[in-house]
Every structure is written in structure tokens, then in C-alpha cells.
T-cell receptor, first 108, second 117 residues
Framework: DAKTTQPTSMDCAEGRAANLPCNHS???????VYWYRQIHSQGPQYIIH???NNETNEMASLIITEDRKSSTLILPHATLRDTAVYYC?????????FGAGTTVTVRA | GAVVSQHPSRVICKSGTSVKIECRSL??????MFWYRQFPKQSLMLMAT?????????EQGVEKDKFLINHASLTLSTLTVTSAHPEDSSFYIC?????????????FGPGTRLTVL
């Protein structure tokens, strides 16, 4: 299974962009990168996913390096409600394997 | 869109009793639903995958006779924890993948917190 490495935690200022890195150096050519977040005591929320092209939706942008060995999730204007654990996942088949994620704290 | 609900949101039961948790996809049909478990301060662990009309596939180490899964329709899957014990106390979360459209994306329910006394 392709595994991901994320920082344990990070802080960011409200209103600023939050850039969340993820390394997935063993990813295979047909494996997608997914990002979810989990606010305390809730189920995970889907954010975005991509294969090799950069992706953007109403929540975030996903930048994937050309060699696909790493990616960055960008929350363009972080709010206090974005405080959560963010999971970067390489999907293998139909399964999602959740790691420890990055605990993001947005501070006023 | 892509809303998944769970019922109940929290349940407390006595040791030795059985508890049923429902997972529903509210605005889409789901051929595949997943059940996860999350212990405090840990990440989600996949327990089993269920496909509508067929038997669930359990992950290694998950007792299929203890965690009964039924996926009788395209919008409903149930997880029954049989003969629950305090070590089964956990946060149980389901997810569902749409049968059409974003079939490769899992949408999660809000979770059910089970406490076994």
C-alpha cells in the first residue's frame, strides 16, 4: 500500500491561506490522492481528490507535484471552523486507509 | 448532496446486549457501504465493506459473528454489535459510495458513539 506522511500538527492564522503538505513517494501511477478532514467527534468530510492534475473546488485546492510523490492541500482563507484533523490518503482499490493526519488549528 | 446519516448518534447499553446501528444514504443510492471504528485519540480503522445484496467482506481481525452487517437496500446498511462488551465501546462511522456519478468517493456519516457498561 502506498503510505502517506504528514506533519503531526500545524497552526495557521484566521483569514490566511493554510498549506498542508503530504508525502506519498511510493504512490503508483493509477492511485488517487484523497483529502478528508474530521472535526472533533464527527465523521470525516470529503474535501478533494486528484490523480495528477491540480484540482480546485469550493473548499480547497490540491496541488500535486509532477512526479506525484507529494501534494499540498490549500485552504485559501482559513476560518476557525476549519480547525480539524486533515487526512491525506492514497486510495488503493476501493479502500481508504486513514493515517494519523495533521491536526490543524486555526487561530484568531 | 451526498448526505449520509446514522442512527442513533449515541447509545449506551449493558454488557452482553446487542446494539444495531443504521447507516443511510439520503440523497443517493450506494452499492457499497463501509463500516469503520475509531477509538479515542486514534485514527479510523476499516472494519468491513458491504455491497448491496451480498455478504460483507471483513478486514483481518474483525469478527464477522460479532459485528453483523446487513446491506439490504441501496440506501441502508446496518451494523449489529452482538453481545457487546466494554472493549467494544468506540465511535462507529459508516461511509457510502454513490452508485452513479462520483462512484470513487466515500461520503461519511456523522458517527455513532457506543458505550458499553
Amino acid at each position: 500500500d502506498a503510505k502517506t506522511t504528514q506533519p503531526t500538527s500545524m497552526d495557521c492564522a484566521e483569514g490566511r491561506a493554510a498549506n498542508l503538505p503530504c508525502n506519498h513517494s511510493t504512490i503508483s501511477g493509477n492511485e488517487y490522492v484523497y483529502w478528508y478532514r474530521q472535526i472533533h467527534s464527527q465523521g470525516p468530510q470529503y474535501i478533494i481528490h486528484g490523480l495528477k492534475n491540480n484540482e480546485t473546488n469550493e473548499m480547497a485546492s490540491l496541488i500535486i507535484t509532477e512526479d506525484r510523490k507529494s501534494s499540498t492541500l490549500i485552504l485559501p482563507h482559513a476560518t476557525l471552523r476549519d480547525t480539524a484533523v486533515y487526512y491525506c490518503i492514497v486510495r488503493v482499490g476501493y479502500k481508504l486507509s486513514f493515517g494519523a493526519g495533521t491536526t490543524v488549528t486555526v487561530r484568531a | 448532496g451526498a448526505v449520509v446519516s446514522q442512527h442513533p448518534s449515541r447509545v449506551i447499553c449493558k454488557s452482553g446486549t446487542s446494539v444495531k446501528i443504521e447507516c443511510r444514504s439520503l440523497d443517493f443510492q450506494a452499492t457499497t457501504m463501509f463500516w469503520y471504528r475509531q477509538f479515542p485519540k486514534q485514527s479510523l480503522m476499516l472494519m468491513a465493506t458491504s455491497n448491496e445484496g451480498s455478504k460483507a467482506t471483513y478486514e483481518q481481525g474483525v469478527e464477522k459473528d460479532k459485528f453483523l452487517i446487513n446491506h439490504a437496500s441501496l440506501t441502508l446498511s446496518t451494523l449489529t454489535v452482538t453481545s457487546a462488551h466494554p472493549e467494544d465501546s468506540s465511535f462507529y462511522i459508516c461511509s457510502a459510495s454513490p452508485a452513479q456519478g462520483r462512484t470513487d468517493t466515500q461520503y461519511f456519516g456523522p458517527g455513532t458513539r457506543l458505550t458499553v457498561l
